[in-house]
């Protein structure tokens, strides 16, 4: 079995991740250093596997009926499903699950950032006003608030786990809930129809479900509208799955508080976006998900994968064609 690993140019790196994972399969597997484009097109022919963290249309156009699966080394996978691939026999996995834990931590120090006002304390040390009193009155106290969660995924999982902790009343939907109940670190989990309970509720309402055609500008003028003029909405999932024109004018006339943004609809942000001239939000670049052994984790989990594959069980993160993540 061939497998081609399109996971870094350095020669260096390649053989440590590959130290990560080579082991004594039930199989010959046979690894191959892709670490360009134009190396993929001339191997693309005899692979029977590709992990990378993208794949282009063009570029899989050099593939051949060898092929019988792509890795994704990420979890968002809506840029890669073109409609040559969705029609292949190609099984597609993603690395969900991997960045879990750090997107739901990247989330509570959003949360944290905007009740703690920490973004008035950098004023404080910018103008070196003593506005002790002032501040205190705008501090929140997370027992006092509900976070809501649309997408109770992998990482909607892990930012319960966090929040209930600080004492925060917790609500979420996901596709697949069929009735209102309460889980461990849950106080409701609804489905969907119920979702605008939770938007109306929520103090801090958290993105965490996949870009589809389903949740493309799924949160839009009417949610902003339905929201508390308190609430903070925050997004680390994609930028398609917010009205980005509903969300700058909700900030400007202050329909709601704030917003903390990882992801926008159009990656890198044009540094001439108007997002930039808010003084309610928190934005950072696409970071959430990335922590400095992210590759280990994500070659080591293909690892696992693999050795499923070769003794033909059930590997966990295969994507859906028909959901499309």
């Not at 609500?171 to 849950?186: C, D, G, H, N, Y």
Request: aromatic content about 8%; hydrophobic content about 40%.
């Amino acid at each position: 079995m061939k497998i081609g690993l399109q996971i870094t140019k350095n020669e260096k790196k390649y053989d440590r991740l590959l130290s990560l994972i080579k082991n004594d399969f039930s199989q010959d597997v046979d690894f191959i250093h892709i670490p360009d484009e134009d190396s993929l097109k001339s191997n693309f022919k005899h692979l029977d596997a590709l992990v990378c963290y993208g794949i282009k249309k063009e570029n899989f156009d050099y593939s051949s009926d060898k092929l019988k699966w792509i890795h994704i080394g990420a979890s968002g996978v809506d840029g890669n499903l073109f409609p040559e691939l969705i029609k292949s026999k190609v099984m597609i996995t993603n690395a969900k699950g991997i960045n879990a834990k750090p997107v739901a931590e990247f989330i509570m120090s959003q949360v944290l950032y905007f009740s703690k006002q920490l973004y008035s304390c950098e004023a404080f040390k910018q103008n070196r006003v003593w506005n002790q009193w002032e501040l205190a009155k705008k501090t929140k106290q997370l027992s006092d608030l509900t976070l809501g969660i649309i997408g109770y995924g992998e990482i909607g999982k892990e930012l319960s786990k966090l929040a209930k902790p600080f004492g925060m009343k917790v609500m979420a939907t996901r596709r697949l809930q069929k009735k209102i109940e309460s889980k461990k670190f849950v106080d409701q989990l609804v489905p969907l129809d119920n979702m605008d309970m939770i938007i109306e509720q929520s103090d801090f309402l958290s993105i965490a479900c996949p870009l589809t055609h389903l949740t493309k500008d799924l949160i839009g003028a009417k949610a902003f509208t339905s929201m508390k003029e308190t609430s903070v909405i925050i997004n680390t999932s994609r930028g398609g799955i917010i009205d980005e024109s509903a969300l700058i004018n909700a900030l400007k006339n202050k329909d709601i508080a704030g917003a903390a943004l990882d992801v926008f609809a159009t990656e890198p942000l044009d540094s001439k976006s108007k997002l930039f001239d808010l003084d309610n939000i928190l934005i950072s670049p696409h970071i959430s998900g990335n922590f400095s052994s992210y590759q280990d984790r994500m070659i080591i989990q293909f690892g696992d994968f693999l050795n499923k594959f070769l003794d033909n069980k059930t590997i966990k993160n295969r994507v859906c064609k028909k959901r499309l993540y």
